[in-house]
């Protein structure tokens, strides 16, 4: 049933992201991290549930920023670097996570082995999800620095 509702709610953010984007007025950085922030959330709060029905709850919450996470990596990504470097940096995004892929199973396995706890492993996922989230709020910050200047070269003081 979890594994069901993180898929849904996948889709769904998929889908209502591409909604919000299109009809509101929201810069993709400010969603993408208002994403990483939740997600990160909700990765903390997972091993404190011991109810199915909110940890239910709670994979739908993840899997619906995920979802979010998923749709604006690419149009982020262009934002960033421009149309011609996508190609170039999406390379390397894949390749990084492609390396988290195959690094993080047996990565988990170990601190597991070493604490016998998954607890650690949530408080790594958080820690992780909190560093990308963090990176992003400082995108944030110079994406705000840098559309006040273009506004004030737009518009001159006599």
Do not use: E
């Not at 922030?37 to 199915?52: D, E, G, N, Q, R």
């Amino acid at each position: 049933m979890i594994v069901s509702v993180l898929g849904i709610m996948v889709s769904v953010g998929q889908m209502s992201v591409g909604l919000i984007i299109d009809f509101l007025p929201v810069p993709i950085i400010y969603a993408y991290s208002f994403a990483m922030v939740l997600t990160c959330a909700v990765v903390a709060v997972i091993p404190l549930v011991h109810s199915v029905y909110i940890l239910a709850f709670c994979a739908g919450v993840f899997g619906f920023f995920i979802g979010w996470i998923i749709s604006l990596r690419t149009i982020l990504l262009a934002d960033l670097v421009g149309v011609a470097n996508l190609t170039h940096v999406f390379g390397v995004v894949a390749f990084f996570q492609g390396t988290g892929f195959i690094v993080s199973p047996p990565l988990a396995g170990l601190l597991y082995d070493y604490t016998q706890s998954y607890m650690a492993l949530f408080m790594l996922c958080t820690a992780s999800y909190g560093l990308a989230a963090i990176f992003t709020l400082i995108l944030c910050y110079f994406y705000r620095k840098q559309d006040s200047q273009n506004s004030i070269k737009s518009y001159p003081v006599n």
